[in-house]
């Protein structure tokens, strides 16, 4: 089966769709047949994004706080409503933000949570009815390499993804003989606006340069350079690919050998 037509005829919805892993998914998908919903806060974002992937008829945007359960609710239903039943979730969307544990309030811990933790599930919960009604469907949670190990100052962030995995495991096991398989991905240090946002941080609060900063984070992975959107895209791919129907419960570290 070719690459375009790997996902033929499947809906997929990306959250946090406007940048960075999230764009890159919804164009790999595009690219392999799918349908794609981009979702995220930002409307004005989701259409310039929609516009630059010209996907055509086969793409559509849905503003969206995943935070709230009224919005996501309606999100989807309008989802639906354009393309049908959601074969595939990408739940991309997430914030991060540094702060030593003494200094983490309750207003960052809520945030970090909310956004990276609740979103999941909320957008998780969505779909879920339908596709073990259908026993079928893939759902795909990006992580990150800070939901398999821990690393200071982003205990808030950490909590969350670590979170993001355990739900993955324990979601995947108990829908393991209808249909759908759960996993999540966990990208390193990545060419995106949150690794820019952590340069930016650095910079702040020290005296290093920009380019001190990156050769900082830069360190964390073996091969010595940052991991592009595309490398985490085809990731989610092959994990909603047809032949990968086995794979469950896994969480994939895409990060240039840091996890092992």
């Known amino acids: 089966m070719s690459a375009s037509t790997t996902l033929a005829g ?27 919903t981009l979702m995220g806060r930002d409307a004005a974002r989701l259409e310039t994004q929609r516009a630059a992937l010209a996907g055509g008829e086969n793409i559509a945007c849905a503003s969206v706080d995943v935070t709230g359960e009224g919005a996501v609710e309606a999100a989807f239903a309008q989802a639906v409503e354009r393309f049908g039943a959601v074969d595939i979730l990408v739940n991309n969307a997430g914030q991060a933000q540094a702060a030593p544990f003494a200094q983490t309030d309750l207003a960052l811990w809520r945030r970090m949570l909310d956004v990276n933790l609740t979103g999941a599930f909320l957008c998780t919960r969505a779909v879920l009815p339908g596709m073990l009604a259908r026993k079928s469907g893939r759902v795909v949670n990006v992580a990150s390499t800070a939901g398999q190990v821990g ?11 670590h979170g993001v ?13 209808q249909g759908v398989t759960v996993n999540a991905v966990c990208p390193g240090y990545t060419e995106t606006e949150l690794l820019q946002a952590s340069i930016e941080q650095i910079t702040r609060k020290t005296s290093r340069s ?9 360190r964390h992975n073996p091969q010595q ?12 791919l092959w994990l909603c690919a047809p032949g990968s129907a086995s794979i469950t419960g896994q969480s994939i570290s895409v990060s240039g050998g840091e996890i092992t």
Not at 151 to 161: F, I, L, Q
Not at 165 to 177: K, P, W
Not at 225 to 236: D, I, K, L
């Open 165 to 177: 995995i355990g739900m993955t495991r324990a979601l995947a096991l108990e829908v393991a003989t």
């Open 151 to 161: 690393y200071p100052y982003v205990a808030a962030y950490c909590a969350s993804k």
């Open 210 to 218: 920009a380019e001190e900063a990156r050769k900082i984070l830069v």
């Open 225 to 236: 350079r940052f991991v592009t959107p595309n490398e985490v895209a085809n990731a989610v």
């Open 10 to 36: 499947l809906h997929a919805v990306v959250t946090g769709g406007g940048s960075g892993i999230g764009a890159a998914t919804a164009a790999t998908l595009l690219r392999a047949g799918a349908r794609v």
